[in-house]
């Protein structure tokens, strides 16, 4: 057995450090403040306050720590404290120790450490205590007269009694014990119902300055981070895939299953059963038996289907089952029990006896059988289908597979559908008369399973499934089934970048002619338009359009839907939206008439992307949301959802909705979604921590994404509307984390590859962003500071600048969007064009150009390209000696800035704003006041100035608390100041008043 590897950094414990570190903060400041932190076992509490123990000590803090120690009841009395008192002779001597106490005091230590003499046995023992308990309180009082104090007490769930009577009294005295925190640590999962620890938490819990903390497992974003730093690479997929579903976020498991650095093992470390079953092994025999019949149900299983498995009555089952739900191995629920851990189940699993387990699933299998209502509403098949196999009983495995299969196919649970298919062409051999037993031939199960699998993105296996069943299909007597067949095998090829994949749709297109107008020609031509190397291009256009018609003739809404919203996502003519939708719309009734739930999914992504595109950046959230809530009833495919969630989250990042949409994406990502949607999340992911300032995590979401969106080395991702739709905001992503960590070589040198690999043009949407971020990297390359970095890298900024203009040149700019990055890139190119002209003139021509971009996202409610441009812009005033310019640009900036926590750029406009001794808060009697003739501000701040901006485009106080992510009550606030300094009564004539005296004239919208 290989040894354990730890990540070298602590990982998704950021808000936890934050909480300790501001506790600490109250102490400092005169308060009284403890910290309980419960959780289970190896969940992270030892590592979360051993970070914090190392960054207090690195600040001076004096740390004192110990632990309680497993001894059952009768353990050392005072074992962590003693491990203080030991520490700090260590330190101070024991002449030093007892020194910090008045006369002969320390004696009382004596009962803790020898080294403080013999205890004074003679006295009452009562009495004794409360002596040793005021010295203890006294040591610390002086200790922290010299410098702060944390206190550590780990474990107390197996703290001795007089342990917890010390712990009490320190905690309650804490009021007179100034600069002390002091933190414990304990077990949650080990409090049964009379654990002495139990009434003290609860007692502590209610005085003021005790906070409790429950440390949970770590969300799958920060459980993939874990195996990533732990192997010190990316894993692989289904590494982590596989490592989540078994660990469930617990680091420990997740340290214990990666043992070796290598794939996990299957089996369970000895080390880790041995912890997991140490509880389970101490319980009676009869809850033992129960809960190893449990565990052959899986990680839950319902009381009725459980008494019926062990044959025990109601009352005698909880009987036997209570102690395992005290001893905290099993949770109840309503109507049955769930293990605490995916691992204890699979622990008392591995250890049933083969012929154990043959005889439980047989049981199982046989009681769903009989009553299908013992399992969860629509499960019946699937879960027989499970117990079957396990069973080794390969007809009713198969038969009951075949059933299971339909179910899946029905809630569109694609994975699991194939998965059952699989195990259906597995056994076929084994069952001499399978296809009369399931009413269904080897081609047919071989049809689905194709079909799944592409539903599933299993690529390669549906090539394969789909390969078979060709040669067993009659292409001159079923042209309509091969051409299907075909366009599976077509479609997953062309997915692939494989060159056979066009050969397989045309020869498709062959079998179902025009001549004979079908619904399968429809589906043949929208594969092949969605596979075209110039997805906008005629003839996707045309193709689109014929399949539209025949559709519409063979009435058929599935496949009109489709067509209509790949129409939609045709790109319009600039400007164009209202035609997409327009389609959607129809799109819309023909899914909601047809009552087709997929394709109304369909519909909600492809409109939330186009609204997205355009800029309606709250409706696109809104749709892609509500799709969500109207799917989960009916079931909704992982990729699916997992689409929709991204397309909830961009919005919510366009809009500054920074905290939103990572909950969005962290929730969407623990549901372990196929790889490309995953990519798609990850890099998402990895724009919030980047713009917040966290770059390693940034850098590694950009890792993660990278390695989910190119998984295969054998698939092109060159080509094709959807590969680009991903690597293309990549690629930028990529650009700007190499950018924000100062390595500007390799900044321009990524937007450069991307720009070589892709066809850019053809994909404005997403080209037009990295655009502006490659010319961002560009700009900087020729500044000042590069010229460390050598001339080479100004040469190639300078040779990519080039290509990149060339290319913008022939870019579309289609709606308002693509319009605000246009500007911005126009503005970004000619930065550095100024070298002819100089000095004021200069800074004019850019401060238009800012001006304009600033313009262009303010309109859109997009605060962070906002607030980038109107920095821009006050340099640029700046070099045209305009400073009321460049303050008033700069302060809205820094409050945008402030309000989405984008903290890299408020530095840099803190750093400009310093720079031009600029103020970045108006404070009252400046010299605003004195120049408003030249601009008339009245003394409004940057914020107010924004809300007297849309107070005067009309709009409502919720308007514009949603406008600046502001509460209607900030709002309102605002509005009375801004009628105050105005001088008015009323909106309107704020807004009179705004207009009349110019005061939006200096602003970027003017
Ligand atoms: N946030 C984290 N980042 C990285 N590694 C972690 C994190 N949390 C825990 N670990 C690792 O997981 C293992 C278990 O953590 P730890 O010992 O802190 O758990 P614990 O909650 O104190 O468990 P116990 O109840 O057994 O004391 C350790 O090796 C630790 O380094
Ligand atoms: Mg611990």
Same mark, same amino acid.
């Given at each position: 057995?290989?040894?354990?590897?730890?990540?070298?950094?602590?990982?998704?414990?950021?808000?936890?450090?934050?909480?300790?570190?501001?506790?600490?903060?109250?102490?400092?400041?005169?308060?009284?403040?403890?910290?309980?932190?419960?959780?289970?076992?190896?969940?992270?509490?030892?590592?979360?306050?051993?970070?914090?123990?190392?960054?207090?000590?690195?600040?001076?803090?004096?740390?004192?720590?110990?632990?309680?120690?497993?001894?059952?009841?009768?353990?050392?009395?005072?074992?962590?404290?003693?491990?203080?008192?030991?520490?700090?002779?260590?330190?101070?001597?024991?002449?030093?120790?007892?020194?910090?106490?008045?006369?002969?005091?320390?004696?009382?230590?004596?009962?803790?450490?020898?080294?403080?003499?013999? $205890?004074?046995?003679?006295?009452?023992?009562?009495?004794?205590?409360?002596?040793?308990?005021?010295?203890?309180?006294?040591?610390?009082?002086?200790? $922290?007269?010299?410098?702060?104090?944390?206190?550590?007490?780990?474990?107390?769930?197996?703290?001795?009694?007089?342990?917890?009577?010390?712990?009490?009294?320190?905690?309650?005295?804490?009021?007179?014990?100034?600069?002390?925190?002091?933190?414990?640590?304990?077990?949650?999962?080990?409090?049964?119902?009379?654990?002495?620890?139990?009434?003290?938490?609860?007692?502590?819990?209610?005085? @003021?300055?005790?906070?409790?903390?429950?440390?949970?497992?770590?969300?799958?974003?920060?459980?993939?981070?874990?195996?990533?730093?732990?192997?010190?690479?990316?894993?692989?997929?289904?590494?982590?895939?596989?490592?989540?579903?078994?660990?469930?976020?617990?680091?420990?498991?997740?340290?214990?299953?990666?043992?070796?650095?290598?794939?996990?093992?299957?089996?369970?470390?000895?080390?880790?059963?041995?912890?997991?079953?140490?509880?389970?092994?101490?319980?009676?025999?009869?809850?033992?038996?129960?809960?190893?019949?449990?565990?052959?149900?899986?990680? @839950?299983?319902?009381?009725?289907?459980?008494?019926?498995?062990?044959?025990?009555?109601?009352?005698?089952? $909880?009987?036997?089952?209570?102690?395992?739900?005290?001893?905290?191995?099993?949770?109840?629920?309503?109507?049955?029990?769930?293990?605490?851990?995916?691992?204890?189940?699979?622990?008392?699993?591995?250890?049933?006896?083969?012929?154990?387990?043959?005889?439980?699933?047989?049981?199982?299998?046989?009681?769903?059988?009989?009553?299908?209502?013992?399992?969860?509403?629509?499960?019946?098949?699937?879960?027989?289908?499970?117990?079957?196999?396990?069973?080794?009983?390969?007809?009713?495995?198969?038969?009951? $597979?075949?059933?299971?299969?339909?179910?899946?196919?029905?809630?569109?649970?694609?994975?699991?559908?194939?998965?059952?298919?699989?195990?259906?062409?597995?056994?076929?051999?084994?069952?001499?008369?399978?296809?009369?037993?399931?009413?269904?031939?080897?081609?047919?199960?071989?049809?689905?399973?194709?079909?799944?699998?592409?539903?599933?993105?299993?690529?390669?296996?549906?090539?394969?499934?789909?390969?078979?069943?060709?040669?067993?299909?009659?292409?001159?007597?079923?042209?309509?089934?091969?051409?299907?067949?075909?366009?599976?095998?077509?479609?997953?090829?062309?997915?692939?970048?494989?060159?056979?994949?066009?050969?397989?749709?045309?020869?498709?297109?062959?079998?179902?002619?025009?001549?004979?107008? *079908?619904?399968?020609?429809?589906?043949?031509?929208?594969?092949?338009?969605?596979?075209?190397?110039?997805?906008?291009?005629?003839?996707?256009?045309?193709?689109?359009?014929?399949?539209?018609?025949?559709?519409?003739?063979?009435?058929?809404?599935?496949?009109?839907?489709?067509?209509?919203?790949?129409?939609?996502?045709?790109?319009?003519?600039?400007?164009?939206?209202?035609?997409?939708?327009?389609?959607?719309?129809?799109?819309?009734?023909?899914?909601?008439?047809?009552?087709?739930?997929?394709?109304?999914?369909?519909?909600?992504?492809?409109?939330?992307?186009?609204?997205?595109?355009?800029?309606?950046?709250?409706?696109?959230?809104?749709?892609?949301?509500?799709?969500?809530?109207?799917?989960?009833?009916?079931?909704?495919?992982?990729?699916?959802?997992?689409?929709?969630?991204?397309?909830?989250?961009?919005?919510?990042?366009?809009?500054?909705?920074?905290?939103?949409?990572?909950?969005?994406?962290?929730?969407?990502?623990?549901?372990?979604?196929?790889?490309?949607?995953?990519?798609?999340?990850?890099?998402?992911?990895?724009?919030?921590?980047?713009?917040?300032?966290?770059?390693?995590?940034?850098?590694?979401?950009?890792?993660?994404?990278?390695?989910?969106?190119?998984?295969?080395?054998?698939?092109?991702?060159?080509?094709?509307?959807?590969?680009?739709?991903?690597?293309?905001?990549?690629?930028?992503?990529?650009?700007?984390?190499?950018?924000?960590?100062?390595?500007?070589?390799?900044?321009?040198?990524?937007?450069?590859?991307?720009?070589?690999?892709?066809?850019?043009?053809?994909?404005?949407?997403?080209?037009?962003?990295?655009?502006?971020?490659?010319?961002?990297?560009?700009?900087?390359?020729?500044?000042?500071?590069?010229?460390?970095?050598?001339?080479?890298?100004?040469?190639?900024?300078?040779?990519?600048?080039?290509?990149?203009?060339?290319?913008?040149?022939?870019?579309?700019? *289609?709606?308002?969007?693509?319009?605000?990055?246009?500007?911005?890139?126009?503005?970004?190119?000619?930065?550095?064009?100024?070298?002819?002209?100089?000095?004021?003139?200069?800074?004019?021509?850019?401060?238009?150009?800012?001006?304009?971009?600033?313009?262009?996202?303010? *309109?859109?409610?997009?605060?962070?390209?906002?607030?980038?441009?109107?920095?821009?812009?006050?340099?640029?005033?700046?070099?045209?000696?305009?400073?009321?310019?460049?303050?008033?640009?700069?302060?809205?900036?820094?409050?945008?800035?402030?309000?989405?926590?984008?903290?890299?750029?408020?530095?840099?406009? *803190?750093?400009?704003?310093?720079?031009?001794?600029?103020?970045?808060?108006?404070?009252? @009697?400046?010299?605003?006041?004195?120049?408003?003739?030249?601009?008339?501000?009245?003394?409004?701040?940057?914020?107010?100035?924004?809300?007297?901006?849309?107070?005067?485009?009309?709009?409502?106080?919720?308007?514009?608390?949603?406008?600046?992510?502001?509460?209607?009550?900030?709002?309102?606030?605002?509005?009375?100041?801004?009628?105050?300094?105005?001088?008015?009564?009323?909106?309107?004539?704020?807004?009179?008043?705004?207009?009349?005296?110019?005061?939006?004239?200096?602003?970027?919208?003017?």
């Amino acid at each position: 057995m290989g040894a354990r590897v730890s990540s070298p950094v602590v990982v998704g414990r950021a808000e936890y450090l934050a909480a300790l570190v501001a506790a600490q903060a109250r102490t400092r400041a005169g308060e009284p403040s403890a910290v309980l932190i419960g959780g289970e076992a190896g969940v992270g509490k030892s590592r979360l306050v051993g970070e914090f123990r190392a960054r207090a000590a690195g600040a001076g803090v004096r740390v004192l720590a110990g632990a309680c120690l497993d001894l059952g009841v009768e353990g050392l009395p005072f074992a962590p404290f003693a491990a203080v008192l030991r520490d700090l002779v260590r330190d101070l001597g024991a002449d030093g120790v007892a020194g910090l106490l008045p006369g002969q005091a320390s004696r009382e230590f004596a009962r803790l450490l020898p080294e403080f003499g013999v $205890a004074d046995w003679a006295t009452d023992a009562g009495l004794a205590r409360a002596r040793l308990f005021e010295q203890v309180l006294t040591l610390l009082e002086r200790l $922290a007269d010299e410098r702060p104090v944390v206190l550590i007490i780990e474990d107390a769930h197996w703290a001795d009694r007089s342990t917890l009577d010390l712990l009490a009294f320190l905690v309650n005295s804490q009021q007179v014990l100034d600069r002390v925190l002091i933190i414990v640590t304990y077990r949650s999962d080990e409090l049964h119902r009379a654990h002495p620890l139990r009434p003290l938490l609860a007692e502590l819990g209610r005085l @003021g300055w005790v906070e409790r903390v429950e440390l949970p497992r770590l969300a799958r974003l920060h459980a993939d981070e874990l195996v990533a730093r732990i192997l010190g690479r990316e894993p692989e997929l289904s590494l982590a895939d596989e490592v989540y579903r078994r660990a469930e976020g617990n680091p420990l498991f997740v340290e214990e299953l990666l043992r070796d650095g290598g794939g996990p093992a299957s089996v369970l470390p000895d080390s880790l059963r041995d912890l997991l079953l140490a509880t389970v092994r101490r319980l009676p025999e009869e809850t033992q038996e129960a809960l190893r019949a449990a565990s052959a149900a899986g990680p @839950g299983v319902a009381h009725p289907l459980l008494a019926a498995v062990t044959g025990l009555d109601d009352d005698p089952l $909880a009987r036997a089952l209570r102690p395992a739900v005290a001893a905290n191995v099993l949770t109840a629920a309503t109507d049955g029990y769930a293990f605490r851990h995916a691992l204890i189940r699979e622990a008392i699993y591995d250890d049933l006896l083969p012929g154990e387990r043959i005889r439980l699933h047989t049981r199982f299998a046989e009681a769903l059988g009989a009553d299908p209502g013992l399992a969860a509403p629509g499960q019946a098949a699937a879960e027989q289908a499970h117990h079957w196999y396990h069973a080794h009983d390969t007809t009713c495995a198969l038969i009951s $597979a075949w059933h299971a299969a339909a179910d899946a196919r029905r809630v569109l649970a694609s994975a699991e559908q194939l998965t059952l298919l699989a195990r259906v062409l597995e056994l076929w051999d084994q069952v001499p008369d399978a296809a009369q037993r399931i009413g269904a031939s080897h081609l047919a199960v071989l049809e689905q399973a194709a079909e799944a699998a592409e539903a599933a993105e299993e690529n390669e296996r549906g090539i394969a499934y789909a390969a078979v069943a060709l040669r067993e299909v009659d292409a001159r007597t079923e042209p309509e089934r091969a051409a299907r067949l075909l366009q599976t095998r077509g479609h997953l090829g062309c997915h692939l970048g494989r060159d056979d994949g066009y050969a397989d749709l045309r020869a498709a297109l062959e079998l179902v002619p025009a001549e004979r107008a *079908s619904a399968a020609r429809a589906q043949v031509l929208l594969t092949l338009a969605g596979h075209l190397p110039d997805p906008h291009g005629q003839e996707a256009r045309a193709a689109t359009e014929e399949a539209l018609a025949l559709a519409q003739r063979a009435a058929d809404p599935t496949t009109r839907v489709t067509a209509l919203c790949k129409l939609a996502t045709i790109e319009p003519a600039p400007g164009d939206d209202t035609y997409a939708l327009e389609l959607l719309a129809l799109a819309r009734t023909a899914a909601e008439q047809a009552g087709e739930y997929r394709s109304l999914l369909d519909v909600a992504v492809t409109e939330s992307h186009v609204l997205e595109g355009i800029g309606r950046h709250e409706e696109a959230a809104r749709v892609a949301q509500a799709a969500i809530a109207r799917a989960r009833d009916h079931g909704i495919p992982r990729a699916t959802g997992a689409i929709l969630a991204a397309n909830i989250a961009e919005p919510l990042i366009s809009l500054g909705r920074w905290d939103e949409a990572t909950e969005v994406l962290e929730h969407a990502l623990a549901l372990s979604p196929p790889p490309e949607s995953r990519g798609a999340l990850q890099m998402l992911a990895g724009i919030v921590p980047l713009r917040r300032g966290d770059l390693d995590r940034a850098a590694r979401l950009a890792a993660a994404a990278r390695s989910s969106l190119n998984r295969d080395p054998s698939i092109s991702h060159d080509r094709g509307m959807m590969a680009l739709q991903f690597q293309l905001p990549l690629a930028r992503l990529e650009t700007e984390v190499r950018l924000a960590e100062g390595r500007q070589t390799d900044a321009v040198a990524v937007a450069a590859a991307a720009a070589d690999r892709f066809d850019l043009a053809s994909h404005p949407r997403y080209s037009w962003p990295l655009l502006t971020t490659a010319a961002r990297a560009c700009a900087g390359a020729s500044q000042p500071i590069a010229a460390a970095q050598g001339w080479a890298l100004a040469d190639q900024a300078r040779e990519l600048l080039g290509r990149l203009r060339t290319l913008a040149g022939k870019m579309h700019a *289609s709606g308002p969007v693509e319009r605000a990055s246009q500007l911005t890139f126009t503005a970004e190119t000619e930065r550095d064009e100024g070298l002819g002209l100089t000095g004021p003139t200069a800074g004019r021509a850019a401060l238009a150009n800012w001006d304009g971009a600033a313009a262009a996202w303010g *309109s859109l409610s997009q605060p962070y390209p906002l607030a980038i441009a109107l920095l821009r812009a006050a340099e640029a005033a700046l070099t045209a000696g305009d400073r009321d310019g460049a303050t008033l640009r700069l302060r809205r900036a820094a409050g945008l800035a402030d309000t989405i926590g984008a903290r890299p750029l408020r530095d840099e406009i *803190s750093a400009l704003a310093h720079n031009a001794r600029i103020a970045l808060t108006a404070r009252n @009697g400046d010299n605003r006041r004195r120049d408003s003739s030249d601009h008339g501000h009245r003394g409004l701040t940057a914020r107010e100035f924004e809300v007297l901006r849309l107070v005067a485009a009309g709009q409502s106080n919720p308007e514009i608390a949603a406008k600046l992510f502001i509460s209607t009550k900030t709002a309102s606030v605002h509005v009375s100041n801004i009628l105050a300094k105005l001088g008015v009564t009323s909106r309107g004539e704020a807004a009179a008043t705004a207009y009349r005296q110019r005061l939006f004239d200096p602003a970027p919208e003017a």
